[in-house]
Structures are given as C-alpha cells and as structure tokens.
C-alpha cells in the first residue's frame, strides 16, 4: 500500500497530497510498482519512516542526523545492530538526495534505472 504526503500548514491544519508518480498509476488503474519486501526490509523500511526521511533545516530539508536515529534506536526494541543505524543515516541521505533529483520532471525514477 501507498501512503499520502501529509503537509502541514501554517494553520496548523494537514493537506493530504498523493506524490505525482503514485497519482498517476492509481489514476490508470494501474498497480504501484512497489518491490516485495522481506519482514525484516518491513520493519527497517518502518522505522525509516518513523525517524525520518528528512529534517527541517535552517535552509530547507537535511537528512537525518546520527543523533536522532542513535536516540530512536535507544528506544526501539528492533533496532538493535549499530549496522541498522548506518542503514536508516543512509537511507534518509539517499532519500534527500532522489527526492532533489526527482524535483526534475525528466529524472528517471531509481527502479527504473539500468545497473
């Protein structure tokens, strides 16, 4: 399943927006070209989302910091391996860094590039 981008506005009050790629297949009707994940890629693809992806910063987004994964790893009883805190800095670095890309309508999405 997909999930909307909640936008929170100045009010205070949530916009729920559908990223464009994702509006664009649920409007063909289409299935999400999502890959198959593991129980385990599940839980590290939760906990990416709960921690992060990104952080407001002073100049827009950042990824998110040591310190924030560090304190959720402290208090999650599934993140236990110093290797999964690495996983989630990266997963948000990368994350920031397509998100950036992406903003160019000519980028080619990351599952459908050649290796």
Do not use: N
């Amino acid at each position: 399943m997909h999930s909307a981008v909640e936008l929170k506005k100045a009010d205070g009050s949530v916009d729920r927006t559908e990223p464009p790629r994702i509006k664009a297949y649920l409007d063909a009707g289409a299935e999400l070209p999502f890959p198959d994940l593991s129980d385990y890629q599940s839980m590290l693809w939760r906990a990416f989302l709960e921690v992060g992806p990104t952080l407001p910063g002073a100049m827009g987004e950042v990824p998110v910091s040591w310190v924030e994964v560090d304190a959720y790893a402290r208090h999650s009883p599934e993140i236990t391996e110093p290797w999964e805190v690495q996983a989630l800095v990266q997963m948000s670095q990368d994350y920031l860094s397509e998100k950036v890309k992406g903003a160019d309508v000519f980028t080619v999405p990351p599952m459908e590039r050649g290796s």
